[in-house]
């Protein structure tokens, strides 16, 4: 029990001096990454920069003791900051104080709602959240990250939350872009671009190992930073409009919790919801993936735990929202991180240089942190998942495209809204018109199959339907009509017979519908039968009178109720030679 609630307990009796020598590497790594990334979400998200490095602090601390994935980078996020600046936007303006204010309740709101579902293992809530929803969603916010980021990259007061608001204010602006600020964006964006894929061979050419000049290429963002700085310093950049941090409050940050405001909270129900939501599934499909890699587990509802309580310490410290980063996440595990005690370290690490280096960041450029945030999204653009998706699924691929047109044209929120709105309408449409196939003996089998796709044998008195779904309310009644229309156009039929090897729940109205067929069949001297019904099923069925007012039995296999109600046809049908003459002759 103490190990359910308690992970560290699994792994820290066990911790040997090679752990710690591999996430002390590993936390280094990630803490030269997650400076500059800290403060480049804290502006995404319209927060000081301060916030971004407070969320690498307690939260991280906290995860490192409930969390149960030992490669796990937890910490601020682009797409988490776009969503909370959307959110706090709407109660506050950006920049202000209580638009912080609104962000530090948006992450203890989200938190305490993983939290709860963790303890309550409501994990699968999230699984309402598809792929192609959550994929068209991140490829929008992507979209919507970079365009945000131009007013920095430029230098021009470019403005909007959505496409239809940024485009309009960048064609008004192009007249009003600051030069030195677009040369020195320029300059960036074109050494971090090269350093993703260029830096490494350099740095192998220069004598290091792959995996190690693997690593240190990701101090390219470092190297920005530092150059950019020290750019601006000794240039006095600033004076020809290049915008920068200025001063960043030096220290451990204030702890405690923020002021309640239940009218603040009910504003923020909604967006704190759509935040625990995507946060939790962003962090599960990274953590299990590279579990996966090194033949570990991850528990999703203690994921939903540590989670929470990392978003409630970092709406205690004066952060922002948090979950799992992929890109951060896979620095630490190439790094070679062992186990969670190297995101302990990281927020050590991170403390430290908040204590001592936060003044040396007063000429930092707000350009470069835009440069970083642009490039980090790149990997959140996944534009050919589009057509992919609809060339598989019509249906799928509508709710991806309806989740990026309206998270682009209306916000972020209203986007997650819809996609998933629309895919659970899909989902509704799709089941209440189950594949239901009448079937018929394969020759010299004891196999049935479709009557539309196979030669098969069929009994003129026998109708043997298969239906390729759960009974529920939404499909019980296209199943009764069919069958009421076999009755119909069979004048002959004595029997019918429904294959159930599909059929892994059966609600209340389906087994109302299943009474009104057995019902009408009984008054058409039809009796009703049931064949390969699984144990849960079966289970459901006998709780009622369902079973005592069948008019016919329940058959382990179809091939037995054929033999018991047309054992002329299954006879033939032993025989292949003997079966194809009874088709030819049918």
């Not at 009796?527 to 390969?532: D, K, M, R, T």
């Amino acid at each position: 029990m103490l190990k359910r609630y308690f992970p560290i307990l699994s792994w820290l009796p066990g911790y040997s001096r090679a752990d710690l020598t591999n996430d002390a590497i590993a936390a280094a790594v990630v803490t030269i990454m997650l400076i500059p990334q800290g403060m480049a979400y804290a502006m995404l998200a319209g927060l000081p920069p301060q916030a971004g490095l407070y969320a690498a602090i307690l939260p991280l601390l906290l995860y490192a003791l409930f969390g149960t994935s030992r490669s796990l980078a937890v910490g601020p996020a682009a797409v988490i900051a776009l969503m909370t600046a959307a959110a706090a936007g709407v109660v506050a303006e950006t920049g202000s104080a209580e638009f912080h204010f609104a962000a530090l309740w948006l992450a203890l709101m989200s938190g305490a709602m993983m939290l709860l579902m963790g303890l309550f293992r409501l994990g699968f809530i999230a699984s309402f959240l598809s792929h192609p929803v959550m994929s068209g969603f991140i490829t929008a916010s992507g979209i919507l990250i970079a365009a945000s980021q131009l007013r920095h990259l430029l230098g021009a007061p470019i403005s909007g939350k959505t496409l239809p608001q940024v485009v309009p204010s960048i064609v008004g602006n192009l007249g009003n872009m600051t030069p030195a600020t677009v040369i020195l964006s320029s300059v960036l964006l074109v050494f971090l671009f090269w350093s993703r894929k260029g830096a490494a061979p350099v740095l192998m050419r220069l004598g290091l190992s792959a995996p190690s000049a693997r690593l240190l290429a990701k101090a390219a963002l470092l190297v920005a930073v530092v150059v950019s700085t020290l750019l601006v310093w000794v240039f006095g950049l600033e004076r020809f409009g290049v915008a920068i941090l200025g001063e960043i409050p030096r220290g451990l940050p204030d702890f405690g919790l923020p002021t309640v405001d239940l009218d603040l909270m009910q504003l923020l129900i909604v967006p704190a919801i759509m935040i625990s939501i995507v946060g939790y599934v962003e962090s599960i499909s990274i953590g299990q993936t590279l579990a996966a890699k090194k033949r570990e587990s991850v528990n999703p509802d203690n994921e939903l735990i540590a989670l929470g309580l990392a978003n409630i310490g970092a709406g205690v410290s004066n952060a922002m929202p948090v979950t799992g980063g992929l890109a951060r996440t896979i620095v630490n595990h190439d790094a070679g991180a062992t186990t969670p005690a190297a995101g302990a370290m990281t927020a050590l690490s991170i403390a430290a240089a908040i204590m001592v280096l936060t003044p040396l960041m007063y000429f930092l450029p707000r350009a470069t942190l835009a440069a970083i945030i642009i490039v980090a999204v790149l990997s959140l653009l996944d534009f050919r998942a589009l057509p992919r998706t609809w060339s598989y699924s019509r249906a799928d691929g509508a709710a991806m495209a309806a989740t990026m047109l309206f998270t682009l044209l209306v916000g972020v929120e209203q986007g997650l809204l819809a996609g998933v709105g629309l895919s659970l309408g899909l989902f509704l449409f799709r089941t209440s018109r189950p594949h239901m196939a009448v079937v018929g003996q394969v020759a010299g089998t004891e196999h049935f199959r479709n009557v539309a796709r196979h030669k098969v044998a069929t009994d003129p008195t026998v109708f043997a339907i298969r239906v390729d779904e759960s009974l529920y309310f939404p499909n019980a009644r296209a199943l009764e009509d069919r069958i009421v229309q076999a009755l119909s156009d069979q004048p002959g039929l004595r029997h019918v017979v429904l294959q159930c090897t599909a059929v892994n729940y059966i609600d209340a109205s389906a087994l109302e519908s299943l009474e009104a067929i057995n019902t009408r069949l009984k008054d058409g001297g039809v009796q009703f039968h049931l064949s390969e019904v699984k144990g849960p099923v079966m289970d459901q069925l006998e709780r009622g009178h369902f079973m005592d007012d069948l008019t016919g039995e329940v058959f382990l296999t179809q091939f037995d109720a054929m033999v018991k109600l047309s054992p002329d046809l299954t006879s033939a049908c032993a025989n292949e030679e003997r079966c194809d003459t009874l088709l030819r002759s049918a």
